[in-house]
C-alpha cells in the first residue's frame, strides 16, 4: 500500500486568485492522478499526472485551468488557477500501484 | 452520463446484520472494478476489488461479487459492525488493473451500521 499525504487540508480563497495544491507519496509510484469531488458528486478524474511526461487531462478540464507538475517519483502539485466559486470543490491526488489506487485525504476548497 | 451507478443514496442496517451495497454500470469496456470507503474528511480507502474475469472475490467480512451479464455488482458486508458506517464508493477501470488506469467511481452509499 502506500501513505499519500496532501497540503492544505483546506483553504477558503478569493476569486480570481490561484491556489496550488501539493501531494506526497510515501514510496515511488509511476502512475498519480488528480480527482475533483464537487458538493453531491462523486469523484471525476481531472488528470494522470507521470513523471518525466506532460499531464494528461480529461474532457473538460484544461492545462491552463489546472497545471499539475510531476517533478519526481513521489511528489505532484495542482493548481487551480483564477478561481472562481464553481471551483468549491475537494481535491484528491492518488497513486498507483498495482491493482488499486491509494488516496490522499483531499483539499477542501471553499472560493467566494 | 453516469456509466456507473449506486441508486441507494443511503442504507441502514443493525449490527451483526448482512450489509449488500448495490452498484450498476453501462460501459462494457469495464474490467476492474473497485469499492472504497470514505470516512468524513478522509480520502476514500480501498477495501476490495475484483477483475472481470472473476464472480465473486472475498476479503474477511467483505465480498464482492460480479454478475457482467447484468452489469452489476455488489459488495456484502457480514457481520456488518458499527464502524463499517461510512460512504462507501464502487469504482470501475477499463484496464485489467486499477492502478494505472482512470477510475470512473459511483455517487456513493452511506451505510449507517446501528448498534
Given amino acids: 500500500s502506500a501513505v499519500i499525504s496532501q497540503k492544505p487540508s483546506r483553504d477558503i480563497c478569493q476569486r480570481g486568485t490561484s491556489l496550488t495544491i501539493q501531494c506526497q507519496v510515501d514510496s515511488q509510484v509511476t502512475m498519480m492522478f488528480w480527482y475533483r469531488q464537487q458538493p453531491g458528486q462523486s469523484l471525476t478524474l481531472i488528470a494522470t499526472a507521470n513523471q518525466g511526461s506532460e499531464a494528461t487531462y480529461e474532457s473538460g478540464f484544461v492545462i491552463d485551468k489546472f497545471p499539475i507538475s510531476r517533478p519526481n517519483l513521489t511528489f505532484s502539485t495542482l493548481t487551480v488557477s483564477n478561481m472562481s466559486p464553481e471551483d468549491s470543490s475537494i481535491y484528491l491526488c492518488s497513486a498507483g500501484l498495482a491493482d488499486t489506487q491509494y488516496f490522499g485525504p483531499g483539499t477542501r476548497l471553499t472560493v467566494l | ?115
Fill in chain 2, 1 to 115: 452520463d453516469q456509466q456507473v451507478k449506486q441508486n441507494s443514496p443511503s442504507l441502514s442496517v443493525q449490527e451483526g446484520r448482512i450489509s449488500i451495497l448495490n452498484c450498476d454500470y453501462t460501459n462494457s469496456m469495464f474490467d476492474y472494478f473497485l469499492w472504497y470507503k470514505k470516512y468524513p474528511a478522509e480520502g476514500p480507502t480501498f477495501l476490495i476489488s475484483i477483475s472481470s474475469i472473476k464472480d465473486k472475490n472475498e476479503d474477511g467480512r467483505f465480498t464482492v461479487f460480479l454478475n457482467k451479464s447484468a452489469k452489476h455488482l455488489s459488495l456484502h458486508i457480514v457481520p456488518s459492525q458499527p464502524g463499517d458506517s461510512a460512504v462507501y464508493f464502487c469504482a470501475a477501470s477499463g484496464g485489467t488493473q486499477g492502478g494505472s488506469e482512470k477510475l470512473v467511481f459511483g455517487k456513493g452509499t452511506k451505510l449507517t451500521v446501528n448498534p
